[in-house]
């Protein structure tokens, strides 16, 4: 399933709803773009949330603390994120245009919130020489099984490097997952490949990939994409960064460096 939704009259881009839109990617994400000083609260009594600032500057507020969230774009490499279990209250105030990434879903485990920001992310340069140059990516993983084992959900950004690859070899596995795309351009664009189909990823386009269906991402030589991409661990299933089936035809790529 690949979309290419649109903010409504709220600024809310709507990715996926668990029991709605996409329901099987067992989600809830949304993008928040925001007016000047426009204030907007989330508290779930079911679900986790995590809070992705992709660009503008923003206060966040929860159990008697606030932080500042600042980004050009996702392009300057500097996420703050904030992480909370059910039943916490946040409040966000933000200047125009600011948009942040919400990602939900539910959980029973209690944890404590946790305040991401850029000196604790990460950022890993991989396929430099691989296959010639052409799986040239970087990389980086805010939360996943290793250091947040109480957490539901998986949250990362990868940035393909201009006419380069990355999720390759084609691969799959049984979580769902979710990209959203951004361009350093506005005109970028790539391609998302999901099973046997193809799709134009352009600057706000969605994928949500469900298990059985390979995927792989390109981008057009002269623009650099991110997208943002989220998993679901399931029931007694979380996912590993070794969690992937290679298409048995390419599975020799894995070999090659």
């Known amino acids: ?24 990617m067992l989600m809830t994400i949304i993008v928040k ?21 992709q660009r503008g500057n923003a206060a966040i507020s929860w159990n008697g603390r606030t932080e500042k969230m600042s980004r050009r774009d996702p392009f300057e490499k500097t996420p703050y994120c904030l992480h909370v279990p059910r039943n916490t209250k946040v409040s966000i105030t933000a200047s125009e245009g600011t948009e942040i990434l919400i990602q939900q ?9 946790v305040f991401y920001t850029p000196d ?8 430099k020489g691989q296959w010639g140059g052409t799986g040239h990516r970087i990389c980086s993983t805010l939360f996943d099984y290793d250091n947040a084992p109480y ?17 390759y070899p084609p691969h799959h596995h049984p979580q769902p997952e979710v ?15 999901i099973g046997d189909n193809v799709f134009k990823s352009i600057h706000g386009s ?16 002269g623009y650099e994409m991110c997208y943002v991409w989220m998993i679901r661990h ?24």
């Open 179 to 193: 990209y959203y795309y951004q361009f350093d351009k506005p005109q970028g664009f790539g391609a998302c490949f």
């Open 120 to 127: 604790m992310c990460l950022y890993q340069e991989f396929g």
């Open 105 to 113: 879903t539910d959980n029973e485990r209690d944890f404590e919130p």
């Open 33 to 53: 773009r925001f007016k000047e000083n426009e204030t907007f609260e989330i508290l779930d009594v079911e679900c986790e949330t995590a809070f992705l600032i």
């Open 151 to 167: 957490s539901n959900m998986v949250l990362g950004e990868v940035f393909n490097q201009p006419g380069k690859w990355s999720s």
């Open 206 to 221: 969605v994928a949500c990939i469900t298990d059985g269906n390979d995927h792989q991402q390109v981008v057009a030589p």
């Open 1 to 24: 399933m690949f979309d290419y939704p649109e903010f409504n009259s709220d600024g809310i881009l709507t990715l996926c709803e668990m029991g709605g839109k996409n329901a099987e």
């Open 234 to 257: 399931l029931e007694n299933d979380p996912w590993y960064k070794t969690t992937r089936f290679y298409a048995p035809e390419h599975e020799w790529l894995t070999r090659e460096n």
